[in-house]
């Protein structure tokens, strides 16, 4: 199976704090994308990647920016944290031409 | 652009009712549709997709969903539900020659016991 690993399950960090979140996948796959759950709103779309160092504009990208220097890597950074930031972080991987996503557990972030 | 409407934020049922959970999507060309599902604490999983052929596909645990092309509609369904099915379920499509999925804001399901 294919495993996608979120490094923190939950984290705690202040205001104006610069904050990483990372993910690692293991099946090499192309795709890799990063999501924010927040209630009533569903998945929202941050960023994507489609091979290293590739990188594209989700749906809400501003106050985050990303880094996929490996294959199996893809880190969620966001500059400057703020309270809007609060939220469940998913990260997912896709084989190219594949249909499905494998998710992470998540990362909630608490931005205090 | 694309989009997804799911119609219900929260569903509240009793053990063994029926349930359909509404899922309508905007977009023009040809679609995929997934239905995901997150348990209390667990990380998303699929429960059943379509791509083409018959439009009634059936997914885990006895769910089953039917793309209705003419609506747009690609709705959810379980004859009788069980407490464990208690879980938020989001509606997702791709479109075009996208990779990424567009996702509904979820439906919370709690069943009763």
């Known amino acids: 199976d294919v495993k996608v690993t979120q490094s923190s399950r939950y984290l705690v960090k202040r205001t104006g704090e610069k904050v990483f979140l990372e993910c690692v996948q293991d099946?090499?796959?192309?795709?890799m994308f990063w999501y924010r759950q927040d209630p009533g709103l569903g998945l929202r779309l941050i960023y994507f990647?489609?091979?290293?160092?590739?990188?594209e504009k989700g749906d809400i990208p501003e106050g985050y920016s990303v880094s996929r220097e490996k294959k199996e890597r893809f880190s969620l950074i966001l500059e400057s944290a703020s309270t809007n930031q609060t939220s469940m972080y998913l990260c997912a991987s896709q084989e190219r031409g594949r249909f499905g996503y494998t998710f992470g557990s998540g990362t909630r972030l608490t931005v205090v | 652009a694309q989009s997804v409407s799911q119609h219900n934020h929260h569903v509240i049922l009793s053990e063994a009712a029926s349930l359909e959970l509404g899922c309508n999507y905007s977009?023009?060309?040809?679609?995929?549709l997934f239905w995901y599902v997150q348990y209390p604490g667990q990380h998303l999983q699929l429960l059943l997709k379509y791509f083409s052929g018959d439009p009634l596909v059936k997914g885990i645990k006895g769910f089953e969903a039917e793309f209705i092309k003419s609506k747009f509609s690609f709705n959810l369904r379980k004859p009788s539900v069980q407490w464990s099915d208690t879980a938020e379920y989001f509606c997702?499509?791709?479109?075009?020659?996208?990779?990424?999925?567009?996702f509904g804001k979820g439906t919370h399901l709690i069943i009763q016991p």
């Open positions: 997702a499509i791709r479109g075009g020659g996208a990779d990424g999925l567009t």
């Open positions: 990647s489609y091979d290293v160092k590739m990188k």
């Open positions: 099946m090499d796959h192309e795709n």
């Open positions: 977009y023009g060309g040809t679609v995929n």
